[in-house]
């Protein structure tokens, strides 16, 4: 069977499907070699100092992300030096600094509604007061087991750490 030569006219999409495959396997190549995995550098921040609640500091590539909760930006700001002292020059501080005023509000709000609404705490009375998310539990009760009911709504509450209970007996 003879070879039929291409013509000018075939020759030009050709080359062009050609080009453009190439592109892309050079594309998904380079794609592929600056994707890495997320090294855990948590620790080495802890053994410097860092102390924020929750920190997470992960290096992504050639970035530093660093996340938590404080209510100290000067916490903040020292964990970012800590980056730079260990001689990572990208990074991402993501720590949020929180209003302890603002999540006590909150939590005493959020706590005393959902007293309010569980129906095995009826004809009880409760005072919610909260420091830093540890909160003082007053009021009254019928049974031990509404005590008891009453500190395990309030532990799930976002932003409690601990409940202290001081109640007395209806």
Same mark, same amino acid.
């Given at each position: 069977?003879? #070879?039929?030569?291409?013509? =000018?006219?075939?020759? !030009?999409?050709?080359?062009? #499907?050609? &080009?453009?495959?190439?592109?892309f396997? %050079?594309? &998904?190549l380079a794609a592929?070699?600056a =994707?890495? /995995?997320?090294?855990?550098? &948590?620790?080495?921040?802890?053994? *410097?100092g860092?102390?924020?609640?929750?920190?997470t %500091?992960?290096?992504?590539?050639?970035v %530093?992300v660093? @996340?938590?909760?404080t *209510?100290?930006?000067?916490?903040?700001?020292?964990v970012s030096?800590i980056? /730079? &002292?260990l001689g990572?020059?990208r990074?991402a *501080? +993501?720590?949020?600094?929180?209003?302890?005023?603002?999540d006590?509000?909150?939590?005493?709000y959020t706590? =005393?509604?959902?007293l309010?609404?569980?129906?095995g705490?009826q004809g009880?009375?409760?005072?919610?007061?909260s420091? @830093?998310?540890?909160?003082q539990?007053?009021?009254g009760?019928?049974?031990?087991? =509404?005590?008891?009911?009453?500190?395990?709504? +309030?532990?799930k509450?976002? !932003? %409690?750490?601990?409940?202290?209970?001081?109640?007395a @007996?209806?």
């Open positions: 069977m003879a #070879r039929v030569p291409l013509s =000018q006219e075939t020759k !030009g999409p050709i080359k062009m #499907r050609l &080009t453009v495959l190439l592109l396997a %050079v594309l &998904t592929a070699l =994707q890495t /995995n997320a090294v855990d550098l &948590t620790p080495a921040f802890i053994l *410097n860092a102390v924020i609640e929750g920190l %500091v992960v290096q992504i590539s050639d %530093v660093i @996340r938590g909760k *209510n100290d930006a000067v916490k903040s700001q020292a030096r980056a /730079n &002292t990572y020059l990074v *501080n +993501l720590i949020v600094i929180r209003d302890d005023a603002a006590d509000a909150a939590i005493v706590g =005393q509604r959902r309010e609404l569980e129906p705490l009880c009375r409760f005072r919610i007061a420091l @830093r998310g540890v909160i539990l007053t009021g009760v019928r049974r031990d087991a =509404q005590e008891e009911l009453a500190v395990y709504i +309030l532990s509450v976002d !932003g %409690v750490k601990e409940v202290h209970p001081k109640l @007996r209806l």
